[in-house]
Structure formats: C-alpha cells, structure tokens
C-alpha cells in the first residue's frame, strides 16, 4: 500500500521559519496537498497542487515539491500555526487517496 | 459563505447501523464532487468515500466497502453515509469534505463511537 512520510513533530522559535517534509514515491507525478488541524477543530486546506495557495490563507505559507519530497514552509512563523499538519496525496495510479501521518508544529 | 453540517452521529453496538448526514448550503452543492473523511481519536485523516456529482461514480476505501454507502440528494443539498455492520474500528469523527481527489471545504465532523 501507498505511504505518505511524515516526522512527527517540528518545534520552531515565533518568527523563524519551519519546514515540514512530505516524503512519497508517486509524489513526482502526483501533486501535494496540506491541510492544518488546529486542536479541536476541523481540517483547513492551506495548500493544493503543490505550491498553490488558498484565499484566505497568509502569504507566509508556501509550498514545493522536488523529486520524492514535498515540503510546507511557514516563514515567520505565529503563535496561531501551532497545530497538525497533514500532507496527502494519491498513488501513482491515482487509484489511492492517502494522508500522510501528521506532523504536529509547535511554537515555543 | 460555504456552510457543511454534519449531523447523525451517536454511540452505536457492533454490527448496528448509522445514517450521517451533512447538509451543505452557500455553494453550487450539485457541481462538486462531496467525499467523507474520517479521523479516529487522536489518529490521522483517513479518506473513506466519494461520489460524483451526479452520483454516476462512487468510490470507497476498501475497509468500508461492502458496508457503507453514500450517497446525495442535489434537491436538499446534501451528502449522506449509510453505515452498516459498525465496527470498532469505524469509530472516529467523520467529516463531510467538498471535492472527490482533493478537500477544499469541511464540515465540523461528527462523532461515531462503536464500543469494544
């Protein structure tokens, strides 16, 4: 079965810049996605088809993908971004649609 | 502004059933793929189902296949998942996800709970 990598934590000072990776075969032909889980609350899509940004969502989140690995940088990083980030995409097929496990972001 | 409402939720026995349901309103319901995604407590985000706009093509995660059905109603604008022969292992808060391969819109969630 198709697995999406993720550590499962990232620890960042307010104002620096975190980066949480994304690892997965099919990732060079199938685009990332990444969605932010604050506690309690539901998922929020932050990013799509690699490096595309929602509306509504601060310019301080970009996204990339190279090879196997695709990556969410938050720069200048807030208090308010501490949560669960999820990447997910699908298998090269496109036949399985897989999260990856998680990464919880903590600001301190 | 896009609302999803999910709703059907409570503590059911294994092998009981359980119809959620999630009410949309504040976007175009019958141009979207809609998808169920679920999350078991304090556990990742596990796709469980989608379902075509017209409901022409529907697709599920294999261990939910057989069991589970879902299901829309483009008059009412909503999205429905017949639960049949619950398992301990379904339960999780299940969320009601605009699109079919990609999620931009979610509802709240609601809980399901099936006791060991």
């Known amino acids: 079965s198709y697995e999406l990598t993720q550590p499962p934590s990232v620890s960042v000072s307010p104002g620096q810049s975190a980066r949480i990776t994304c690892s997965g075969d099919?990732?060079?032909?199938?685009?990332a996605y990444w969605y932010q889980q604050r506690s309690g609350q539901a998922p929020v899509l932050v990013m799509y088809?690699?490096?595309k940004r929602p509306s509504g969502i601060p310019e301080r989140f970009s996204g990339s993908s190279s090879g196997t690995m695709a990556t969410l940088t938050i720069s200048g990083t807030q208090v308010e971004d501490e949560a669960d980030y999820y990447c997910?995409?699908?298998?090269?097929?496109?036949?399985?649609?897989?999260f990856g496990g998680g990464t919880k972001l903590t600001v301190l | 502004e896009v609302q999803m409402v999910e709703s059907g939720g409570g503590l059911v026995q294994p092998g009981g059933s359980l119809r959620l349901s999630c009410a949309t309103s504040?976007?175009?319901?019958?141009?979207?793929?809609m998808s169920w995604v679920r999350q078991a407590p304090g556990k990742g985000l596990e796709w469980v189902a989608n379902?075509?706009?017209?409901?022409?093509?529907?697709y599920y995660v294999d261990s939910v296949k057989g069991r589970f059905t879902i299901s829309r109603d483009t008059g009412k604008s909503s999205l429905y998942l017949q639960m049949n022969r619950l398992r301990v292992e379904d339960t999780a808060v299940y969320y009601c996800?605009?699109?079919?391969?990609?999620?931009?819109?979610w509802g709240h969630g609601t809980l399901v709970t099936v006791p060991s």
């Open positions: 996800a605009r699109g079919g391969n990609w999620w931009d819109q």
């Open positions: 504040g976007f175009s319901f019958s141009s979207y793929w």
């Open positions: 379902i075509k706009q017209d409901g022409s093509e529907i």
């Open positions: 099919a990732l060079p032909k199938r685009y």
């Open positions: 088809e690699d490096n």
């Open positions: 997910y995409s699908t298998d090269s097929s496109g036949d399985r649609r897989v």
